[in-house]
């Protein structure tokens, strides 16, 4: 059975740091590339990273390049989301998703599996 699993969300002041994990089971990691999105209320689902083995490799959107690292572990079967940084308009629900590859700007195509998702809230 295929899951992802979220987990590392909670409250952090703005200029915080908070790292998401997303565990994955039921396939290897390096067989797909893993996205992440955020949806904050009353907006749009909102690609921001994305990591495969195929080109680009690792990719972000515009609002977080420079703040958040996407990275894998594969002892563990789990991709990270190192987030620093933080501001208010982060504030979201944060989910990772498994799809066919990534694009340069940090979305991720033909989505299949998605994870439970992890809420973080920064304060100002």
């Known amino acids: 059975e295929v899951q992802l699993v979220n987990s590392g969300g909670g409250l952090v002041q703005a200029g915080g740091s908070l790292t998401l994990s997303c565990a994955v089971f039921?396939?290897?990691?390096?067989?797909?590339?893993i996205g992440w999105f955020r949806q904050a209320p009353g907006k749009d689902r909102e690609p921001i990273s994305c990591i495969s083995r195929s080109e680009p490799g690792r990719s972000y959107a515009d609002s977080v390049a420079g703040r958040f690292t996407v990275s894998s572990d594969n002892a563990t079967n789990t991709v990270y989301l190192q987030m620093s940084g933080l501001k208010p308009e982060d504030t979201a629900n944060y989910h990772c998703?498994?799809?066919?590859?990534?694009?340069?700007?940090?979305?991720?195509?033909?989505?299949?599996?998605w994870g439970q998702g992890t809420q973080v809230t920064v304060s100002s």
């Open positions: 039921g396939f290897n990691i390096d067989s797909w590339a």
């Open positions: 998703a498994a799809g066919d590859a990534c694009t340069y700007h940090g979305n991720t195509y033909r989505l299949r599996y």
